[in-house]
């Protein structure tokens, strides 16, 4: 205290000296007495502060702890099922309390279960604040669930666009890892594409405003994205609708990132879904972002037509959807490709551009097929598109050979079923 600021009629000063020399001076104001009580009650006073800075360091201390947990630093869960892997930039994203999901889920009840896939099941949940979101939790038989919650943490973070799933949250607790999706009201694309009842409530406007999100969506993760992302698992289980039938390309867990003109990679380990999957991916572990552009040319083929392209089958012809649809071309009858469902509603020009544009995207090899930006131009515009080649996977036999190989080429072929 600066006593030149000292004001005597309106405060006490208080000085501090040293117990010997007031225990050495008799006419002192304190006795020995006093001063031991004195001391006491200073000595008393020291060690309840210092037991009190003592709490608060540990306090600190455990905090720090659990913070690091919920990034997957020092986590139990990471570390249990993988001691190599570190979950990085996750400030940007919120992170949940395992007790808010229990109660947004019911405790993760059946009721609130709208889906399960190789990740795990997924639940609607509502929010304290009223907010509905898709809780996908890690399944403890998940044999991929860790790396594809590590792909989706770091990516979709990352991603912002309006055909773009939104990650809203994230928990890690003990060997709980769950993610915290938006929720989209009308489900996925595939619910209504392949059932009977429900495919007549998509009208070919909306499969064609659909089959355009799609393809701006890719667009932005393969040239437009702060990270370039090639998805390799586009499939329609993994389209997601909203309210107003706006798609929204969902599950990155499998995605891979490049960077610039880096646009290719091989793996000894192919994982996808079979029907969506490129050839050059299939049989060599090679993936780029012309395996999107053909999974997205079998998307393109199945919206039009209302068949799933792994299933089809035809009592003229033993080919799949993909042949059947290159033998109408060439016939120039594309346009009986058209779901039954879609006969009121189509506009001919629109469902011919998207079939030859499917078929553009579904040639046999990479580089013959366009790049996502091309087939964005191709969609909007009017002009002359070049003549597609014969397509992958043509006939049923050749691609039900490929899938009941062991190895091929050394390489791994793994079975995801649509989540």
């Not at 003109?261 to 490129?278: C, E, F, M, Q, R």
Request: hydrophobic share 40%; net charge neutral; glycine share 8%.
């Amino acid at each position: 205290m600066d006593i030149r600021e000292y004001e005597q009629d309106q405060d006490d000063l208080y000085i501090r000296m040293a117990a010997s020399y007031l225990a050495g001076h008799k006419g002192s104001l304190f006795s020995s007495n006093k001063m031991e009580g004195l001391l006491a009650m200073v000595l008393s006073i020291s060690s309840t502060v210092m037991l009190l800075s003592a709490l608060m360091y540990a306090c600190r201390k455990k905090r720090k702890r659990l913070h690091m947990k919920a990034q997957g630093i020092q986590g139990h869960a990471l570390r249990k099922k993988n001691t190599g892997v570190q979950i990085e930039h996750l400030d940007e994203i919120p992170v949940f309390s395992l007790n808010q999901i229990v109660k947004a889920t019911g405790n993760f009840s059946n009721n609130n279960k709208i889906g399960e896939g190789g990740f795990g099941p997924v639940y609607k949940g509502i929010l304290e604040d009223g907010q509905e979101v898709a809780v996908k939790r890690l399944s403890d038989t998940s044999q991929q669930g860790l790396d594809e919650f590590k792909n989706e943490v770091i990516y979709i973070a990352k991603l912002q666009h309006r055909n773009l799933v939104k990650l809203l949250g994230y928990c890690i607790h003990g060997n709980e890892m769950i993610l915290l999706y938006e929720y989209m009201v009308n489900g996925s694309l595939d619910s209504f594409l392949f059932d009977d009842t429900k495919s007549s409530m998509l009208n070919w406007p909306q499969r064609f405003h659909i089959i355009h999100g799609i393809a701006r969506g890719i667009l932005y993760l393969h040239q437009d994205s702060r990270l370039q992302i090639i998805h390799r698992d586009l499939k329609a289980s993994n389209i997601l609708l909203d309210d107003d039938m706006n798609p929204k390309i969902s599950d990155f867990g499998l995605a891979r990132k490049f960077v610039g003109l880096d646009a290719a990679a091989k793996t000894k380990k192919v994982v996808g879904t079979y029907g969506y999957i490129s050839p050059e991916y299939a049989v060599h572990g090679r993936f780029s972002i012309k395996s999107d552009v053909f999974s997205f040319g079998v998307l393109v083929l199945e919206i039009v037509s209302g068949k799933k392209n792994r299933e089809f089958s035809h009592e003229d012809h033993n080919v799949n959807l993909l042949g059947h649809a290159w033998k109408l071309y060439k016939q120039g009858r594309a346009i009986d490709l058209v779901s039954e469902s879609l006969r009121e509603s189509c506009i001919v020009s629109e469902v011919l551009r998207s079939i030859h544009v499917g078929l553009l995207c579904v040639q046999h090899y990479a580089e013959d097929r366009p790049t996502m930006l091309s087939v964005v131009l191709m969609l909007v515009s009017e002009g002359a598109l070049p003549q597609p080649n014969q397509p992958a996977f043509f006939s049923e036999e050749s691609r039900r050979e490929l899938e009941y190989l062991p190895s091929v080429d050394e390489y791994m072929i793994t079975l995801l079923h649509p989540r």
